[in-house]
């Protein structure tokens, strides 16, 4: 029996279907069938106006970001797809914090509805600092669908990984 790592929490009938279609040979097929297309934003100046546009159409009244790039050095062991961070300096004598979101780079090459749920996901820590039911409501406030497209994601880190891909 395959194990699908990250489809652990969801229910065994999920998974069960996935297994089907790893068994089938389909997998790929479903995900292609899905999300054929790939998305466009290949540099972080481009990345950081995609997360600015969502963030002024959903979350105006949310910190500004300054800086949202993609990161080679996120990947898959460190279970981080996506990070927002928060970086408090001194100037002066005031404390100047900076916002900081990083995409890891293999969504440069994913279907458009990947990267903003990964966009969307680390923007809704601007607002709500825990995975709660708020949080997941505003993920999808700003993205409707986010969690079937969740769902899928895990389905494409768990084909990539089949595939041998670091």
């Given at each position: 029996m395959t194990t699908l790592k990250y489809l652990q929490a969801y229910p065994a009938a999920l998974q069960e279907q996935v297994r089907q279609l790893i068994a089938r040979d389909q997998l790929s097929a479903y995900l292609e069938q899905r999300y054929p297309e790939r998305h466009a934003v290949q540099s972080d100046k481009a990345l950081y106006a995609y997360a600015l546009a969502l963030k002024q159409e959903h979350l105006r009244n949310a910190p500004a970001i300054d800086k949202v790039l993609f990161d080679n050095r996120l990947d898959l062991t460190h279970r981080a797809l996506g990070l927002h961070t928060t970086i408090s300096r001194v100037q002066g004598g005031n404390l100047k914090s900076k916002k900081e979101i990083r995409i890891a780079a293999l969504f440069k090459e994913a279907a458009p509805e990947f990267l903003r749920m990964i966009v969307v996901h680390e923007l809704a820590h601007f607002k709500e600092s825990d995975h709660n039911?708020?949080?997941?409501?505003?993920?999808?406030?700003?993205?409707?669908?986010?969690?079937q497209v969740e769902f899928d994601l895990r389905v494409y880190l768990t084909w990539r990984d089949l595939q041998g891909k670091p």
């Open positions: 039911k708020a949080f997941y409501k505003l993920c999808e406030y700003m993205m409707p669908g986010y969690h």
